[in-house]
């Protein structure tokens, strides 16, 4: 059965730092960071391929970066330079098609396995 869990959710302040974590039973193509807050759709943070191909969300750019780990099946997201607006239930998710490339690596449809979420809060 395939699992997705996450840790590393917290509380922090306005310019703070978190390291998201997401380890899977399996080696996905694809793997991703989503987030979402009350009422609104969940929102593509990035994504990164099994080759290290990333691509990022332009409201994380330059602020978050995601990796993985191939030999621990772990996906990685250290978010910098926190904003409130960064507020949000992250979620990892996995894919084992090529979903990483082009626009649609952002679309929550195109992904089978989700994590659970980690709840990330940015005080201002």
């Known amino acids: 059965q395939v699992q997705l869990v996450q840790s590393g959710g917290d509380s922090v302040q306005a310019g703070g730092s978190l390291r998201l974590s997401c380890t899977s039973s399996?080696?996905?193509?694809?793997m991703s960071w989503f987030r979402q807050v009350p009422g609104e759709e969940r929102e593509g943070v990035a994504t990164?391929?099994?080759?290290?191909?990333?691509i990022y969300a332009r409201s994380v750019r330059g602020r978050f970066t995601i990796s993985r780990d191939n030999a621990k099946s772990t996906l990685y997201l250290d978010l910098n330079s926190l904003k409130a607006e960064d507020t949000a239930m992250y979620y990892c998710a996995a894919s084992w098609d090529n979903v990483c490339h082009g626009n649609s690596w952002s679309e929550a449809r195109r992904y089978i396995y989700w994590g659970r979420g980690t709840q990330v809060t940015v005080s201002s």
């Open positions: 399996s080696l996905f193509y694809c």
């Open positions: 990164i391929d099994r080759d290290g191909w990333t």
